[in-house]
């Protein structure tokens, strides 16, 4: 089995050198990320944990494009959140959330050194990252959210009661000003800030300046720490891309991280994620392909496989082909490259890792231009191409059809006597009527008769095919299992 | 010796004479580095000229007010403006990392200019100025100084007389300077009311559920209140004219009050604004309706309220023209002004350049050999405006120095 290497991600933080190795707890379901983690994670944790952030920043983003209103970018970014990146308040197991919290510690630093690199990445990562933080701090319970405040030391300064008592006029113009609810400034307890500290409320009117303090009553606090949190954010990416460089040495990590920022350029989709999601669905492991091919694929991808496991290689096309058929029959990107890689074995794991992997994920849309490539259907295999891949039926001599059908698919019911009418079809071009036949001919233990094809209907992809195939035998496997 | 009496734009000849013996480097540079050795504030400082034939060139720094100087002299440009500090020497911008060049400090600048106000004045057009129209740009001057000082804390503000039509100022202390754009954005928001321009006449609906205006407008609305009946009603006479008044009611809530108003004014077309804002005043008390006197509020923030132009104060590298600069086309010197004769401020008794050196002619030389004419401006009325800067550059430069003072103290 494939197993990454670990590496130490170096922080960039000169505070890193300072701050605790080993265990670190996470007492606050919130965090402000000042100190980088320093703990070891294994090249796949890295690029996951930061994958999954992004899914949730790309949600975030394309929620302006789509001209969300809060209150629903508040629902969809909560959705993602606690589909990729749950964070649960401290009351749940201690275990679990702390867990959780080092999983939002690394992605938030993964995707640091991502989107530090330009100014227009850092701006979007800003802009993404304090929303969710304002959402998570809205979600926030109240005594957790309060023992998170205390933690920090945002350095706003009490107003002492004789001095609210002087500005009560003015406090309460400003408190009212702008707000249509009846409010009592005199109850409200107020701290100030030096006005630079919270521009939101300044450009509102919505505080009471006095010789550039701005006096905050406790219900808009938040605006402080909203913007602490964007300027400190800020500036950490700004001395993040100041040593950048120094990181460049590391081969491993600068494709992953070139990855990550042009997925959030290119803005991940919303049907990439689907897409990711239907994959999940199936959830077909590495091990189980070779089964599953030998009982439910076609010709053509059977063909692929047995050369796979022949040769140890595939060319690129056969490689495109099968891996697409692959993703689209349900096997998620991580069983892929499980897949893959014990299939080359001949293969060294740098070697693997440095021509191969980025392919196989970007056939998954997680590289380049992040597309959601389709499986290629019938009609693509059959344009004509190189041999080893394509349709059997039509590219195969019909000898070494016959040949290959009888040693494939003898085992599953296809007799010699049914090779003619086979061929009478590949004779005639016919060729997914061909591979139709061998369906109904390999499927009739399930039922499936002269003619009744896929639900009716020839073979045009083959993953129409597999699906069927492996559906049919679904209800007999679970009686196996019952008896 | 007689001053001619319109002004003319300058010759290419003028200007250079002007920037030799009379405009006043020395001061700009204390003005704009805050203490006596060049600091980046003016070694990092943008420059950008505009040359004859619409040529502009940016990115200009230099070492010292000689440096400055040597260039301003022989490039003869019609004005010069003064830009950021960046993050790098402008003129080596090229060889830096590109995003490495980025602009750090800048004065806090504003811009008022009365193009903004033609909406409501009446004895002026476009690019004039006379005193009765002064005096909006005098109560925008006196409602933002106050609020720059009181609410903001500011203290270092240079108010400059824009050769023309406007004002500009300049704020320098540390903590504006060092505003992001974002802040400064803020801040704009924080003190615009009117926007300018066509939709200067929109209801502003500053008042609050209970008729509160936020303690920065009321104190604002306290001074104009004071000088409104003078500037709108009898000096500009806003609300004479048909349209004048129609552009009043459209402010007034109540509809029966705006029909009887308009009756009673169509009636009686002598009525002067004075009457006619008497008229609404009774109203009010007659009817009780607060909202009917925040309306009235909301007029007098309306006509007085400082106009600001946005752009230029939000953005750190805008570039603003720089004090003591001449207005290519009215030949005025753009001088600091006095914030407490500000309201007597006569747009036409700044001097021009042609009128400056003539002065300078007037002047018997007593030591021929002497090449440098550092002190000419001692002998012209310039000199009471260079010393308003220079005193504002001392200000600036002490405080550096207390600065400095208590960093040292605290080893």
Redo the contacts between chains.
Sequence with gaps: MFKGSSITVHDVNPEAQVANHGLLKYPHRLNFYDIPPTFDVTIEEFETCGLDRLRILAEIESSAARNRTAEELKDVTLKQNNKYLPLNMSKGSNGETDGERRRDHLSHFVLRLAFCR??DLRRRFVKAETTLFKVRYDTDLGPERASFLSSRNFNWIPVESEEQKRFS??L???Y?????E?GRPEKEKYYKVK??RV??L????KV??????AYVPSRELSSIIFQEFEDHLQKALEMTARLLPRLDEDTRLVPILDNLSQGFLAGISAEWTSAADAGNAENIKAEQIDGIAKKHFPLCMRTLHENLLRDHHLKHFGRLQYGLFLKVLGVSIEEAIVFWRKSFSLMTDDKFNKEYKYNIRHSYGLEGKRANYAAKSCMQILTPGPSDHGCPYRNYSPENLQTALLSTYSQQGLRAADLPEIMASVKTQHYHVACTRVFELTHSSFGVGRGEGISGENVTHPNEYAARSMELARPKDEEMVTE | MDIDESSQPASPEVMLVFYRRLYPFKSIYNWLNHEHAPTQLFTHREFAFTLPGDVYLRYNSFGSADELKKQVCQLNPSRFEIGPIYSARPRDRKTVRAGAFTPLLRELVFDIDMTDYDPVRTCCAGTDICRKCWQFIAAAVRVLDSALREQFGYEKLLWVYSGRRGIHLWISDREAMELTDAQRKALVGWLTVVQGGKEGSRKLGLHGAKGQLSPALQAALDYLRTIFGALVLSNQDCFRSVEGYEELLKAIPDSRVVDTMRTKWTASPSRSSEDKWNDLLKQTQTKTQSNLMAALEDVILQYTYPRLDAEVSKHRNHLLKAPFCVHPKTGRVCVPLDLATIENFEPESVPTVSQLLRELDGIVRDDEDSKEFHSDWEKTSLKPYIELLDRHALSLMEATRNEKRKTDMSW
């Design positions: 330009s100014e006029q003015e309460a113009a400003a009212q000003g702008n707000r249509t009846t006005w630079t521009p939101d300044v450009e509102r009117r009471f300046l006095k010789g550039g303090w």
